[in-house]
């Protein structure tokens, strides 16, 4: 509980700070705007420790159970790797190999028993950067006939969500709109405004109140045991059309940062359905009770029957999925190795990919020149060293690049998860994953070639400050 109530004690003092530091001119509006924040933080709180336990009894412990376990395994393994194993990796650099690429269907039936999972059958177009997404969400949006499920981490309370949640409550009106948003990551985010926000916008104090003001929009916030989260996004029209990736609704995502989603169709929906469905019942006044009583009803069959082998892959209680597919793709993967991802601390991966290196696969890396977290992008720098010193190209994004996707010898994995702890093992996650050559060709002409090309290569090992490494230690521990 202890690191629990410090986050929130962080949280509420971050908020508090901020309001505080207003000039004169916009001093009452900003107090209030930055009063209501601490307000709703403090509600996150209460709702966490006292109503989760009663509620949600069995993910409220079991959140702990696997925070601990996973927390702890993660240190012992942290100080393995850069006492014994990373030394280890040493001498000449070999060049990079002409081998042929894994044999995908022996590795599809390796990840069968690896992440306990099984492939299911859809297809995925990709929707690079803001305009090309929610230009196809919003025609969705606009002709869809039973329902919109909408499971994101943030629903901002900018100018362009605003927009975005005038248009959820006049479809209301005609078919169901559920919202779910993650409680602190919405808190934190509607206190902090894009860059290129109008300085006119009025930002609602409550994005879920102004969402449920005057419409028949169902808006459910996720609550935080034990300081986890729920980072999936997701939105599904009609059960038949999935939108799937690492886009939040917000300006930033709509104008501002380099990012994708996807678009899915076919009987995966279903699957996708029914984990949204779970999560909405886990969400309301009977939690657990609820979850069950879906999880017995069991799926159900909307989405057309067509498609290719697609896969769903998860973070999640005692189930770390992707994670274990994406290292057990490192380690089979013989030919290229393509990876693009804001948030890289994770040791055992930055491990196994300079062992993959060292094999002779062809690996880059594509981070952003400006990230939107100070002790992240601190971190990155650490690991860009640590990259370049085992032969692994890194290519730095013009900007903030949010994209999420990697590519192992043909098989790709692309969804909500960053390549950190809370990712990996402890936030609530849901990546699609594929080895279908033309989604593949798909990903590597729309996302990682032209993004190689407008990046600069770092070729020299970049400058970190002492207080880089607190905060490499800082990442590591929290995030």
Request: proline share 4%; charged share 25%; aromatic share 8%.
């Amino acid at each position: 509980m202890g690191t629990f109530k410090t986050a929130i004690a962080v949280t509420l003092a971050a908020l508090f700070t901020t309001g505080c530091a207003t000039t004169s001119a916009d001093q009452p509006s900003s107090l209030t705007r930055k009063a209501s924040g601490v307000g709703q933080a403090g509600w996150v709180y209460a709702r966490s420790v006292y109503e989760n336990p009663v509620n949600r009894p069995v993910s409220h412990f079991a959140s702990l159970g696997s925070l601990t376990l996973k927390s702890t395994a993660g240190l012992l393994r942290r100080v393995s790797l850069s006492a014994i194993e990373m030394p280890a990796l040493d001498g000449p650099i070999p060049a990079v190999s002409n081998a042929e690429t894994m044999d995908l269907v022996a590795f599809e039936n390796t990840l069968d028993k690896v992440t306990g999972t099984r492939q299911d059958v859809g297809r995925i177009k990709f929707l690079v950067d803001g305009d090309e997404y929610f230009g196809r969400l919003m025609e969705s949006i606009d002709s869809a006939r039973e329902s919109i499920d909408i499971r994101t981490y943030i629903f901002d309370n900018d100018d362009f969500a605003v927009a975005m949640a005038d248009e959820l409550r006049q479809r209301a009106d005609d078919i169901r709109v559920r919202v779910m948003v993650d409680s602190i990551g919405n808190v934190l985010a509607t206190q902090a405004d894009a860059e290129s926000l109008p300085e006119a916008h009025d930002h609602p104090l409550s994005i879920n109140r102004y969402l449920e003001r005057d419409s028949d929009v169902k808006v459910r916030s996720m609550t935080n045991p034990w300081f986890t989260g729920d980072h999936t996004k997701t939105t599904i029209i009609d059960k038949k059309t999935a939108f799937v990736g690492g886009m939040n609704i917000g300006r930033e995502y709509r104008y501002d940062w380099h990012d994708m989603m996807m678009e899915v169709t076919g009987p995966v929906v279903d699957q996708l359905q029914f984990e949204s469905d779970k999560a909405w019942s886990r969400g309301g006044l009977l939690g657990d009770f609820a979850n069950a009583f879906r999880f017995l009803r069991g799926k159900q069959e909307h989405a057309e029957r067509d498609g290719y082998p697609v896969r769903i892959l998860q973070t999640k209680n005692f189930s770390s999925e992707i994670y274990k597919a994406q290292i057990a793709a490192i380690q089979n993967a013989k030919q290229y190795i393509f990876i693009e991802n804001a948030y890289f601390s994770d040791d055992r991966i930055i491990y196994e990919l300079a062992r993959a290196r060292r094999r002779g696969v062809d690996v880059r890396v594509i981070i952003p020149a400006r990230g939107n977290h100070g002790p992240v992008n601190a971190s990155n720098k650490i690991t860009t060293n640590t990259l370049l010193k085992h032969g692994i190209r890194v290519y730095e994004y013009p900007g903030m690049s949010h994209v999420k996707a990697a590519i192992y010898d043909g098989w790709l994995c692309v969804g909500s998860a960053n390549f950190d702890k809370l990712s990996l093992k402890i936030n609530k996650e849901l990546n699609m994953a594929t080895s279908d050559p033309a989604t593949v060709d798909a990903l590597l002409k729309q996302v990682f070639f032209p993004d190689m090309m407008v990046s600069r290569e770092i070729e020299r090992p970049v400058e970190v400050t002492f207080a880089a490494y607190w905060a490499e230690i800082a990442v590591d521990e929290l995030l």
